[in-house]
């Protein structure tokens, strides 16, 4: 099976930074990588499908790029609301693994 | 709008079985690929098993696999979780998360706590 790893495991930044997530495939998954946001208590809430596309509602400070096996996740302008953890996840045949996540905090 | 409501978690012992279902309302149903995806407490999430609309297509991780299956009813716009031989490592919140295209998940229940405890 197709291994997602998340790269860093936590970060912390300031507000107006820009933060960037990575995403790697153990083999080429083509575009079909998903993220997702997930604050404390909350499920998870789609943000970008295959691999840059924005779901609908999210702010434009989020993009996502990539193809083959190495995926980003980009925020331009960190803002406050952004803490949380953040998960990749293949999506093009199943299984449909998801990253270990990535927990962005404010400093 | 789109509600996903799941039941039938709770404290079972090791080796027994749990039913999961999710009752889907504020769309389709029927039109859905649908997804079961678990998250272990302080964990990350983890994929556990997909089905077409239609129920003829389905695929479960491996972890799961020869135990745990899904299935689903569009008569009654519910999803199940058929969880047999549960593990200590079962031991989750459940939620079912609808499809978006066969590109992603785009909507998820609250989900249903399952504790397998000796």
């Known amino acids: 099976d197709v291994q997602m790893t998340q790269s860093p495991a936590s970060l912390s930044a300031s507000i107006g930074d820009r933060v960037t997530i990575t995403c790697r495939a153990s083999?080429?998954?083509?575009?079909?990588l998903a993220w997702y946001q997930q604050k404390p208590g909350k499920v998870p809430k789609l943000l970008i499908y295959?691999?840059?596309a924005l779901h609908s509602g999210v702010p434009s400070r989020f993009s996502g790029s990539g193809s083959g096996t190495d995926f980003t996740l980009t925020i331009s302008s960190l803002q406050p609301e952004d803490a949380a953890t953040y998960y990749c996840?293949?999506?093009?045949?199943?299984?449909?693994?998801f990253g270990q996540g990535t927990r962005l905090e404010i400093k | 709008q789109v509600q996903l409501v799941e039941s039938g978690g709770g404290v079972v012992r090791p080796g027994t079985s749990l039913r999961l279902s999710c009752v889907a309302s504020?769309?389709?149903?029927?039109?859905?690929?649908m997804n079961w995806v678990r998250q272990a407490p302080g964990q990350g999430l983890e994929w556990v098993a997909f089905?077409?609309?239609?129920?003829?297509?389905?695929h479960h991780a491996e972890s799961v696999k020869g135990r745990l299956s899904v299935s689903r009813d569009n008569s009654k716009n519910t999803l199940y979780l058929e969880m047999n031989s549960l593990r200590v490592e079962d031991t989750a919140v459940y939620h079912c998360?609808?499809?978006?295209?066969?590109?992603?998940?785009?909507?998820w229940g609250p989900g249903t706590q399952v504790i397998v405890s000796p």
């Open positions: 998360a609808r499809d978006f295209g066969q590109v992603a998940v785009d909507s």
């Open positions: 504020g769309f389709s149903f029927g039109s859905y690929d």
């Open positions: 089905t077409s609309y239609d129920g003829r297509n389905k």
């Open positions: 083999q080429g998954i083509s575009s079909y």
């Open positions: 295959s691999t840059s």
């Open positions: 996840q293949r999506y093009s045949t199943p299984p449909f693994t």
